[in-house]
């Protein structure tokens, strides 16, 4: 088991650019979640998915953002013509599809829109 | 809607202080409550979890009782540690499933020797 990874760790980009983040769940997790984190708050929900079907969307989800998980295993999201507000550290948890079960959370990719 | 308020850090404690950081939830139904912690420079782990009123969490010498008549899931620890320094974070699930967490905003935790 290694861990629910994503990469990037780190994204600078200029303000109208699309960027791509990439989310590697623990093996056999059929849940995927994405949350934003900024400075000074805590993660908040944007989108899920159980295996390839996306479950529900945040309001905080925009129609530049958009995410996927085609074979539901990796998920990605897009931001598209990305801007100051996008900042943040982004986050991505897995879990089994089982009652309570914990969500493991990745490093996060951490991103800056000058 | 949902949400969990935690009071407001940072908190300075010496090392072999008490600890308690106050968290207290507003949601509809039976959710189930939860203390994450995030350590410098790392991704957000699981410190515990209740799943139902009068259920206590405990892990690594913290604790937390999940108090429906106060909605409350207060975290505390009795001795803390330098290696506790981290930002803690009160959340809960809505329905006591498996559903996107609801976090508090966080409390910034610095133990000094």
């Known amino acids: 088991d290694t861990g629910v990874s994503q990469n990037p760790r780190h994204k600078i980009t200029k303000r109208g650019q699309n960027v791509t983040f990439r989310c590697d769940p623990i093996?056999?997790?059929?849940?995927l979640y994405w949350y934003r984190q900024t400075l000074g708050q805590g993660p908040e929900f944007l989108t899920y998915f159980q295996n390839e079907a996306q479950l529900e969307k945040s309001r905080l989800l925009s129609d530049r953002f958009s995410a996927e998980r085609p074979k539901g295993s990796f998920s990605t999201l897009e931001i598209q013509r990305t801007e100051q507000g996008d900042s943040a550290m982004y986050l991505c948890?897995?879990?089994?599809?089982?009652?309570?079960?914990?969500?493991?959370f990745g490093p996060g990719t951490r991103l800056t829109v000058l | 809607g949902d949400s969990v308020t935690q009071m407001e850090g940072p908190v300075t404690l010496s090392e072999e202080a008490c600890l308690t950081i106050?968290?207290?939830?507003?949601?509809?139904?039976?959710?189930?409550l939860f203390w994450y912690v995030q350590y410098p420079g790392e991704g957000l782990q699981l410190l515990l979890k209740a799943t139902k009123a009068d259920d206590k969490g405990s892990n690594k010498g913290f604790e937390a009782t999940y108090r429906k008549e106060t909605t409350s899931f207060h975290l505390e620890k009795g001795s803390v540690q330098v290696s506790d320094s981290a930002v803690y974070f009160c959340a809960l699930t809505p329905n006591s499933g498996n559903t996107p967490l609801v976090f508090g905003k966080g409390t910034r935790l610095s133990v000094i020797a």
């Open positions: 093996s056999e997790h059929n849940r």
């Open positions: 948890a897995s879990s089994l599809d089982a009652g309570t079960d914990t969500q493991y």
């Open positions: 106050n968290c207290t939830y507003t949601a509809t139904g039976y959710p189930s």
